[in-house]
């Protein structure tokens, strides 16, 4: 196999396989044929994201490779790691993410790696490589200086630069004779990166003239210049000063992950309460703002003082509260109203609200581990310095998810709860090439986050947090939650004390009557006049609330509480508030009962509010249009009673409602990798394709229809005639996928695309041989 294309080609469907489903992004879209595969898998961004998921021993071996010369067997490359035992499996990881091709006794790096990593090991380029860019007269002087002996002859620049390569290969009296403070600025380059800024670098400086360490270390070679302001420390030098280890350390297995060690059963109940209590919260939560919904900011998002007035309402700290916020947000529980512009609960949320409380967690904490908000970041400056408010978009980061799952993920590999910095540590090892500041701040919110969840308990991964990551997180918490009461004890001094977690029904109209007063394993709840009418206000008559309360109060309902719901309802409703959005104005009453009394009336969702009066919810601008095509002549009012002048062809559009965030699939289908395998085999073997197929195959319509069934069940390629609208026929190679509704759907391997074939112009089908 000479090229890396052929090593492709050479794979089995399963490697391949394995491949794809390590670098998704390769089949997105799929390319046309394992060619095409070779040269996405070997281009710099694609490159580049294969190496960001490598763990350090991983990119250790890689960058070993890079600086050995290729091809380099699995044995010495062991001995150069320091590890044999632990680089046969890294290697084979290598392997299987396309970055490293051949066998074990000649392995090389997959081109495009050497370019994403210019430094591998924190090492420069070899001394003959950096002088590449010195002018010959500039080498010869630092030739004469070091006296060694030019080259016999006319001597080119690359014969000269071989000549000072040779002897910067034993650099020890050079730097001895630079002095210590040279020596001490090579130390600060030794284990990388090896570049340097320094003024004025291309200028010429001999021995006995230098003067800075610096300049000292130019004339002597042991800085080479690559522009006007930077030098780079050869590799031969950074080599002897490492005392000739590629690293000062090799982590061949990440750094253990210790800490207090819980139960397990009293993590897993632990887990139970928090994930309770969060379905809980996120409920009170939207039904208050069902009520009084905050308003959307002008650039997105929430203020601050309604972020720290839901905190308090809550009684939870502004960072839950915006955990809340966010979470509900992420799983389409919460939108921006595109009438009002506030933020209110969807109508999901109120399918939401009477499923299972465990299926309720399930889907809240899907949301927050797959969502690309980060919660974490309200409060925060961005790079303006602007505050980020929750649910703006500035609070999105596109690592979040990963690192969340990752976090997770270490946390399943112990018992134990490890600190924050443990776990940090864990993931730089895991994925070191990653921004560590963001990274380390996504961790640390994470385990916070995961603990409100109830995701973990005690700071270890419960069982509801496994199952999460991979498994059926309603299997895993169901039974770790309390078994729902109908009752409550009403107390004399108008509070009722439900025992534990109520029953949906209860649990809503008790809330919308009453003032949670104190939480924990019973709940205290509070009836006051604001809250009896605050259930009045939304349709509750007197009659029903004390209905309720006789039926599902297991004592006796004290008389304060039925005088104060009597009280508050003899009062509720006398003054009466509604909203409009245009209004109708008219001296003559009767020009308005022709206006309601017209056969187009019902559209204009108007009533009545005076006998000059009626209020319309239609926007302004179509009210008037309606009655102009009802033959009124209808004039624009401004709020201060004049006349608004207007043009028929000004237009405004009505806000949109904001989208719910993406979300980020953690890995591929399956059976998408499979496809995607099959098609690459069939366009690269019409890629071989150089000769006609031939005189297009022909058969009877029903024959040909049973055959491209029977090769959508075996998976099988076929040679079809295609008949197109001109009249010409064609040959394809296909795969067939589906036939149905008088089309075949199959991939053309002769286009390397998905096509659609009417069956009826299919002429016949032959086996490809």
């Given at each position: ?174 730097i001895d004779d630079a002095g210590p403070e040279a020596r001490a600025a090579l130390g600060r380059l030794t284990w990388g ?26 004339a002597r070679g042991l800085l080479i210049a690559t522009d006007d302001r930077s030098v780079v420390l050869p590799r031969e ?297 605050r259930a009045l206000d939304v349709g509750r008559t007197a009659a029903e609330l004390a209905d309720l309360l006789a039926r ?218």
């Amino acid at each position: 196999m000479d090229t890396y294309a052929d090593w492709l080609r050479a794979r089995a469907d399963e490697e391949l396989r394995a491949l794809l489903s390590a670098r998704p992004e390769l089949i997105n879209p799929v390319p046309s044929d394992l060619g095409a595969l070779a040269a996405r898998a070997t281009n710099p961004a694609g490159v580049g994201r294969a190496l960001d998921r490598l763990d350090r021993f991983a990119l250790t071996v890689l960058e070993t490779m890079l600086v050995l010369p290729q091809p380099v067997g699995l044995r010495a490359l062991g001995s150069a790691t320091g590890d044999r035992k632990a680089t046969a499996p890294a290697v084979r990881r290598l392997r299987t993410c396309g970055l490293v091709w051949g066998d074990d006794k000649a392995l090389r790096t997959a081109p495009g790696v050497r370019h994403a990593l210019p430094h591998p090991a924190g090492l420069g380029p070899l001394a003959r490589e950096a002088l590449a860019t010195y002018p010959a007269d500039r080498i010869t002087g630092l030739l004469a200086d070091l006296e060694v002996p030019s080259p016999n002859g006319f001597a080119d620049p690359a014969s000269l630069a071989a000549a000072l390569a040779d002897r910067l290969a034993e650099p020890g009296p050079l730097i001895d004779d630079a002095g210590p403070e040279a020596r001490a600025a090579l130390g600060r380059l030794t284990w990388g990166p090896p570049v340097g800024r320094v003024d004025d670098a291309r200028r010429s400086v001999r021995v006995a003239t230098a003067n800075s360490p610096i300049e000292r270390l130019l004339a002597r070679g042991l800085l080479i210049a690559t522009d006007d302001r930077s030098v780079v420390l050869p590799r031969e030098v950074a080599l002897h000063l490492r005392g000739g280890r590629l690293f000062s350390s090799v982590a061949p297995h990440p750094p253990g992950l210790e800490g207090p060690e819980r139960a397990k059963d009293l993590v897993d109940r632990t887990a139970g309460g928090q994930a309770l209590t969060l379905v809980r919260l996120l409920e009170d939560l939207l039904e208050r703002w069902g009520v009084a919904p905050p308003p959307v900011l002008r650039s997105g998002g929430l203020a601050v003082r309604d972020l720290r007035a839901t905190a308090q309402v809550l009684e939870v700290e502004e960072w839950v509260a915006a955990l809340l916020i966010e979470i509900a947000y992420a799983a389409g529980l919460l939108a921006r109203s595109g009438v009002d512009g506030e933020w209110l609960p969807t109508r999901a949320y109120d399918v939401w609200r009477v499923r299972e409380t465990a299926d309720r967690w399930a889907e809240a904490a899907t949301a927050w581990l797959t969502t690309d908000r980060v919660p974490g970041l309200a409060g925060d400056r961005d790079d303006r310095d602007r505050v980020i408010n929750a649910l703006a978009d500035e609070s999105m980061r596109s690592s979040a998810p990963s690192v969340r799952r990752a976090t997770l993920a270490a946390l399943a590999t112990t018992a134990c709860a490890p600190g924050v910095s443990a776990v940090q540590e864990y993931l730089a090892w895991q994925e070191p090439r990653r921004s560590a500041g963001l990274r380390d701040r996504l961790v640390a919110w994470t385990l916070r986050e995961a603990e409100v969840l109830g995701v973990t308990g005690l700071g270890t991964l419960a069982a509801p947090g496994r199952a999460l990551v991979d498994g059926d997180p309603v299997k895993a918490l169901a039974p770790l939650l309390p078994e729902p009461v109908d009752h409550v004890f009403i107390q004399g001094d108008l509070t009722a004390i439900a025992p534990g977690p109520l029953v949906a029904e209860l649990g809503r109209e008790l809330a919308l009557m009453a003032d949670v007063e104190s939480t924990g394993g019973a709940t205290v709840y509070r009836f006051t006049p604001a809250s009896v009418r605050r259930a009045l206000d939304v349709g509750r008559t007197a009659a029903e609330l004390a209905d309720l309360l006789a039926r599902h109060s297991a004592t006796p309902v004290p008389q304060p509480l039925t005088y104060l719901i009597d009280d508050v309802a003899r009062r509720h409703g006398h003054l009466r508030a509604g909203s409009a959005s245009s209004y109708l104005r008219c001296d003559d009453p009767a020009t308005l009962d022709e206006v309601l009394a017209g056969r187009r009336a019902a559209v204009l969702r108007a009533h009545r509010l005076a006998p000059t009066v009626i209020a319309s919810r239609l926007p302004r601008v179509e009210l008037l249009e309606l009655l102009r095509s009802m033959g009124f002549a209808p004039v624009a009012e401004s709020p201060e009673g004049g006349t608004v002048v207007t043009r028929p062809d000004a237009h405004r559009a009505e806000p949109s409602a904001r989208s719910a965030p993406s979300v980020v699939i953690a890995d591929p289908d399956p059976s998408v990798v499979a496809a995607a395998v099959r098609a690459l085999r069939a366009g690269d073997e019409a890629s071989q394709i150089t000769a006609p197929l031939g005189e297009p195959p022909r058969g009877p319509s029903m024959a040909t229809v049973e055959e491209l069934r029977e090769a959508v069940s075996l998976g099988s390629r076929v040679w079809i005639g295609y008949l197109d609208q001109q009249g010409q026929t064609s040959s394809r190679i296909v795969e067939p996928v589906r036939v149905e509704g008088g089309f075949l759907t199959a991939y053309d391997a002769t286009r390397a695309s998905i096509q659609r074939f009417a069956l009826h112009r299919i002429t016949g089908v032959a086996a490809v041989n």
